[in-house]
């Protein structure tokens, strides 16, 4: 990657104004248009990053279908190809089945003919290193229609949901491959949201769902489907949403598929046995873009849960620039058992990221 890669636990978790990201924000290399709009009445499907993985894909799509949600209520969060092996075949399926789709880094990078993914991940990292190989499977697998597609994809989905209006994006409103986790400070949240002009964001580029409410508006991450949450389980996540007379039910649903195959692929591509593994233990590679938080969190098993979130009201003469945000975490429970699974060949510093960065400290609430 090029030397101004800007570490994420650094620079990008405080405004992202380095020269990386500056090649990364909205529309860069990309034609302006219009931002779609989509009016849903009806439970809506929301996941991220399918991530070349076709089994997962297949069964996330299944799912809908048995759930009775057509294509025009699925929405996936962007980065359709990464670790897997099935890059062309779940491209082909996505655009098959799901009615929307925002663009992710890696679409971003793969119709751009970049050399690399655009993740983000700090220079010299292990991530960096293992998405080297996958990524270069990914755009031998793209032929000119699948890259015309990505680039045509855009960078954001406007919808309104039970009267609520919201905004879907891959990582940050400006910056692709912005890190927005749990635990990312809350003025960051609120200066993404306040950007929007809408009453939440829909969000994904981290890997790991959450729903929070800040100030009354919502940040909700569905999670990805192509790689387990890294909780220890070889689960993968999505969400649905619900549309209730006084605001949305948002469920956290967790889904079962043929992780064994999706692996003996990643082995029969010579990809990264380290991702092959990563699908069976549900533990990611390494943990190098964690915030400390997220870091302890690492092993500890997510459960399903539903989160309601009420339709916020209308301040009528009040700034929310002169309100002190407050965060409150809907899902998962902030107080479920936190119990460490540290292990040091993947963990090298639980203070510092592979950068010799420090970890971003948990900021919600504060």
Same mark, same amino acid.
């Given at each position: 990657?090029?030397?101004?890669?800007?570490?994420?636990?650094?620079?990008?978790?405080?405004?992202g104004s380095c020269?990386?990201?500056a090649?990364?924000?909205?529309?860069?290399?990309?034609?302006?248009?219009?931002?779609?709009?989509?009016?849903?009445?009806?439970?809506l499907?929301?996941f991220?990053?399918?991530?070349s993985?076709l089994?997962?894909?297949?069964?996330?799509?299944d799912?809908?279908?048995? *759930? *009775?949600?057509?294509?025009?209520r699925?929405?996936?969060?962007g980065d359709v190809?990464?670790y897997?092996a099935?890059a062309?075949a779940?491209?082909d399926?996505?655009?098959?089945?799901?009615?929307?789709?925002?663009?992710g880094n890696?679409?971003?990078s *793969?119709?751009?003919?970049?050399d690399?993914c655009?993740c983000?991940?700090?220079?010299?990292?292990?991530c960096?290193?293992?998405?080297?190989?996958?990524?270069?499977?990914?755009?031998?697998?793209?032929?000119?229609?699948?890259?015309?597609?990505?680039?045509?994809l855009?960078?954001?989905?406007?919808?309104?949901?039970?009267?609520?209006?919201?905004?879907?994006?891959?990582?940050g409103?400006?910056?692709?491959?912005?890190?927005?986790f749990?635990?990312?400070?809350?003025?960051i949240?609120?200066?993404?949201?306040?950007?929007?002009?809408v009453?939440?964001?829909i969000?994904g580029?981290?890997?790991?769902?959450?729903?929070?409410v800040?100030n009354?508006?919502l940040?909700?991450?569905a999670?990805?489907i192509?790689?387990?949450s890294n909780?220890g389980?070889?689960?993968?996540?999505?969400?649905l949403?619900?549309p209730?007379?006084?605001?949305?039910?948002?469920?956290?649903?967790?889904?079962?598929?043929?992780?064994?195959?999706?692996?003996?692929?990643?082995?029969g591509?010579?990809?990264?046995?380290?991702y092959?593994?990563?699908?069976e233990t549900?533990?990611w590679?390494?943990?190098?873009?964690?915030?400390?938080?997220?870091?302890?969190?690492?092993?500890?098993?997510?459960?399903?849960?539903?989160a309601?979130?009420?339709?916020?009201?209308?301040l009528?003469g009040?700034? *929310?620039?002169?309100?002190?945000?407050?965060?409150?975490?809907?899902?998962?429970?902030?107080d479920?058992d936190?119990v460490?699974?540290?292990?040091?060949?993947?963990?090298?510093?639980?203070?510092?990221?592979?950068?010799?960065?420090?970890?971003?400290?948990?900021?919600?609430g504060?």
């Amino acid at each position: 990657m090029p030397a101004d890669v800007c570490p994420p636990a650094r620079r990008c978790a405080i405004g992202g104004s380095c020269g990386y990201h500056a090649k990364h924000r909205a529309g860069e290399g990309f034609m302006s248009r219009p931002i779609p709009f989509l009016r849903v009445d009806k439970p809506l499907m929301v996941f991220g990053g399918p991530y070349s993985n076709l089994e997962a894909t297949r069964a996330v799509l299944d799912e809908a279908a048995r *759930l *009775l949600i057509s294509a025009d209520r699925i929405i996936c969060t962007g980065d359709v190809v990464a670790y897997g092996a099935d890059a062309a075949a779940t491209v082909d399926l996505v655009r098959d089945r799901v009615g929307h789709v925002v663009m992710g880094n890696c679409e971003q990078s *793969l119709a751009a003919g970049s050399d690399n993914c655009g993740c983000g991940f700090p220079t010299g990292s292990s991530c960096e290193r293992l998405s080297a190989a996958w990524f270069a499977h990914a755009s031998r697998e793209m032929n000119a229609d699948a890259r015309a597609w990505m680039a045509d994809l855009p960078r954001r989905i406007n919808l309104e949901v039970g009267g609520c209006r919201l905004t879907v994006i891959h990582g940050g409103v400006d910056i692709i491959n912005r890190f927005i986790f749990a635990s990312t400070a809350t003025a960051i949240k609120v200066g993404e949201i306040r950007k929007t002009g809408v009453n939440g964001i829909i969000g994904g580029h981290c890997g790991l769902p959450f729903t929070q409410v800040i100030n009354g508006q919502l940040w909700h991450n569905a999670g990805v489907i192509g790689m387990p949450s890294n909780d220890g389980t070889p689960r993968v996540w999505f969400s649905l949403l619900r549309p209730e007379a006084d605001g949305i039910a948002i469920e956290h649903r967790q889904l079962d598929y043929d992780y064994a195959t999706a692996a003996a692929k990643i082995r029969g591509a010579r990809l990264p046995e380290e991702y092959a593994v990563s699908l069976e233990t549900g533990l990611w590679p390494t943990c190098d873009v964690l915030p400390l938080n997220e870091f302890h969190e690492r092993g500890v098993a997510l459960e399903p849960g539903v989160a309601f979130w009420s339709r916020p009201p209308q301040l009528e003469g009040t700034s *929310l620039r002169k309100r002190l945000p407050v965060c409150t975490q809907l899902w998962p429970r902030s107080d479920r058992d936190i119990v460490p699974r540290l292990e040091s060949q993947n963990l090298k510093d639980p203070n510092f990221t592979a950068t010799g960065q420090p970890r971003q400290r948990p900021r919600c609430g504060n």
